[in-house]
């Protein structure tokens, strides 16, 4: 027996397309920011910013970082016509929880392989996380001069909160 969520994902989709209605924009987003997350299942992201489809890229990795996201940003801003930036990052991250010599013994020792080559870049300080975000973007010639906002999601409340720079 398989424990695959595959099926489940399948089923669901065939029930999706049942009643599919086409989406009659283009690709890029109608409101002409994007929103840069964590890739936690925990956050809604739709939701949590009151969004609807097509209204805004969202892009979102492991703690959601900024140098993962470079390309996609990028490739917003030129070909997609983004104009503004959204960073959240959030309480109770996994990316708290570790440290980048914790992750690649454990990689040493469980797959017998070598991960120097990879920054997993996990943090301490949320807060602190969201301010060298911005400021990576910011002194990134290849991000256009746009409106950075960023903000810390509290997961246990469901707010989110500015974050001044």
Known sequence: MSNSVAPKIESANKEYASTFEKITIGPAPTHHFLVLTCMDARLDVFRMLGLQIGEAHVIRNGGGRVPDALRSIICSQQLLETREIIIVHHTDCGFTHFNEEELRSKIRKDMNHVADHL???????????????????????????????????????????????
């Open 119 to 165: 920054a997993f870049m996990p943090f301490t300080d949320v807060k602190q996380s969201v301010l060298d975000d911005i400021h990576l973007l910011k002194n990134e010639p290849l991000v256009m001069n746009v409106p950075i906002t960023g903000y810390v999601y509290h997961t246990e409340v469901g707010k989110l909160e500015r974050i001044q720079q």
